[in-house]
Structures are given as structure tokens and as C-alpha cells.
């Protein structure tokens, strides 16, 4: 049963529009992350957050923005797509605390293509 | 964040065991090891981590070097559900969570 989600799973969307990537927890989780993987490639961290109002960039540089105003949400945003933005994005999230013992939980993934 | 070595893929037959390994030469003593597989088309899902010890779970076993600076996943009899790209991560309280490469394991039937 997953406890975080993202939607949508699937986006086709022209060049030049707006998209948000909703990404969700149930978890009470603190810190979130966002990743980015082309087809059979590395998983590639593009932004953190380590709890409300924070947010880091990470360190594969990326054209998409994000935001923090609720612990379970972290969606991630494009304000104009372009072809170059074709790839797959995963949410995950992580307990706070504990050192390096908590467990990562991804979302199933937003496969997005850009025509 | 500590870097990690795998192969890029390996092969198993079914219902044979299968071991992965993975060199964390520069791990801190802070940092769990942690691996996590990807199923084709899915988001990565968690299959066991571990300090020091050995650690057995319903999923796999995780073997740990003495000094801390390799580690080997085990899956005891591989199926063709198990074909994932297998990551293994060092984790400490740390925010930046960054992936290597993996290893792609192919089962064969």
C-alpha cells in the first residue's frame, strides 16, 4: 500500500505550458526529495526539503521550481515545458531523526513528455 | 556523501542465490547502508539496510564487511520477479540522498 503519491502518473503536454507535479505523504514525514531519471538511467536528486518553508536545490540542475507549505506536500512545478524536460520524476520522503536508519519511500513516479 | 562502486548488470538463473555487491570504501561510521531496487516502470522500493551487523529480512540478507567499506545483498533463490536495477546507498542524517548507478540483475528462467 503506498503512502506516498504522485500525479499524474502520465503527462503528454505541449511546449511552453505550465505544469505542477503533485507529489503527497501520509507519513508525516519531514524531509522530501525529487528525483530525475531518464529511460535506464541514474536516478538524479533535483530538489530537497527537510520540513516546512525549506527547500534545496540538488545536485543535478534543473529548470523546475518547488514549494514546502505543508508537511505532506511538496509538489514540483515548470512554468514553461520544453521538450528537454521529457523524463521520468520521483517523490520520495524520509523520517526525520534516527541518523542514517530511516527508510527512503518513493512514489510510484510522473512520467512526463514534452512535445 | 559517500560514493559507491556496483556493477553495472549481472546474471542469475532462477532459484538460485544471488549475491550483489557494492563498495562504500569512503562510508562514514554514521552512515547505514541501505539498499533499494527499481522494478521497469516503477519508483525504487526499499529492500534492507543495515550498521555493522548482517541483517536478515523476508526480502534478502545483507552482509557487511568488517571494516565497513563493502557490502553484498543476497537474494537466496533469485526469481523473475527479483530483475531490478539494485542500489546500495550509504544514509546518514544528512538531507542530500544522492543514487549511483545500480546494478541491473537479469534472471534467467
Known amino acids: 500500500e503506498a503512502d506516498i503519491y504522485q500525479t499524474p502518473r502520465y503527462l503528454v503536454i505541449g511546449t511552453g505550458k505550465k505544469i505542477t507535479l503533485e507529489c503527497s505523504q501520509t507519513?508525516?514525514?519531514?524531509?522530501m526529495y525529487w528525483y530525475q531519471q531518464d529511460p535506464g538511467m541514474e536516478l538524479h536528486l533535483i530538489h530537497y526539503?527537510?520540513?516546512?518553508?525549506?527547500?534545496e536545490k540538488g545536485d543535478l540542475s534543473s529548470e523546475s521550481t518547488v514549494s514546502r507549505i505543508r508537511t505532506e506536500h511538496f509538489p514540483l512545478t515548470l512554468e514553461s515545458a520544453r521538450p528537454s524536460h521529457t523524463s521520468q520524476y520521483l517523490c520520495?520522503?524520509?523520517?526525520?531523526?534516527?541518523?542514517?536508519?530511516?527508510?527512503?519511500?518513493f512514489g510510484a513516479g510522473s512520467r512526463l513528455t514534452v512535445l | 556523501d559517500a560514493k559507491t562502486t556496483q556493477p553495472n548488470s549481472m546474471e542469475s538463473n532462477e532459484e538460485e542465490p544471488v549475491h550483489l555487491p557494492c563498495n562504500h570504501s569512503?562510508?562514514?561510521?554514521?552512515?547505514?547502508i541501505h539498499w533499494y531496487r527499481q522494478l521497469p516502470s516503477q519508483g525504487p522500493e526499499y529492500v534492507i539496510h543495515?550498521?555493522?551487523s548482517n541483517v536478515n529480512n523476508r526480502m534478502a540478507s545483507l552482509a557487511i564487511a568488517e571494516d565497513r567499506k563493502s557490502s553484498t545483498l543476497i537474494l537466496h533463490r533469485a526469481t523473475l520477479r527479483d530483475a531490478a536495477v539494485y542500489y546500495c546507498?550509504?544514509?546518514?542524517?544528512?538531507?542530500?540522498?544522492?543514487f549511483g548507478g545500480g546494478t541491473r540483475l537479469m534472471v534467467k528462467p
Open positions: 543495515g550498521l555493522t
Open positions: 507519513m508525516g514525514h519531514d524531509k
Open positions: 526539503s527537510y520540513g516546512v518553508n525549506s527547500t
Open positions: 569512503t562510508i562514514s561510521g554514521t552512515d547505514y
Open positions: 546507498i550509504p544514509l546518514n542524517a544528512g538531507n542530500m540522498l544522492t
Open positions: 520520495a520522503s524520509r523520517e526525520q531523526g534516527r541518523a542514517g536508519a530511516n527508510v527512503l519511500t
